[in-house]
Nanobody, 114 residues
Framework: QVRLVESGGGVVQAGGSLKLSCAAS????????MAWYRQAPGKQRELVAS???????DYRDFVRGRFTISRDDVTSTLFLQMNSLKPEDTAVYFC????????WGRGTQVTVSV
């Protein structure tokens, strides 16, 4: 069964940085395309960035140039380095497969203050 545990969120001032981690288990991580998603209050969950099993990354326009997705296939961990954070990045961040499993984790809260 897919299990995803996100961590690394927190409160940061605008312009600051955070690095999120996602510990994955229950599937063959090294062969899976993975992604980060986020859900802001009152809004639908949205895709933020994705990475293929071959380390090819793609980003939504609103984070391109500021966020970096990466993976460690040895430890089955997905990362999201977030720089130049903006208040509009405030959301709960989730990881999942690029074709999402129904087994979402609890996510990690990122709050960016002005």
């Amino acid at each position: 069964q897919v299990r995803l545990v996100e961590s690394g969120g927190g409160v940061v001032q605008a312009g600051g940085s955070l690095k999120l981690s996602c510990a994955a288990s229950g599937f063959i991580f090294r062969t899976a395309a993975m992604a980060w998603y986020r859900q802001a209050p009152g809004k639908q969950r949205e895709l933020v960035a994705s990475i293929t099993a071959y380390n090819s990354a793609d980003y939504r326009d609103f984070v391109r140039g500021r966020f970096t997705i990466s993976r460690d296939d040895v430890t089955s961990t997905l990362f999201l380095q977030m720089n130049s954070l903006k208040p509009e990045d405030t959301a709960v961040y989730f990881c999942n497969l690029a074709r999402p499993s129904p087994n979402w984790g609890r996510g990690t809260q990122v709050t960016v203050s002005v």
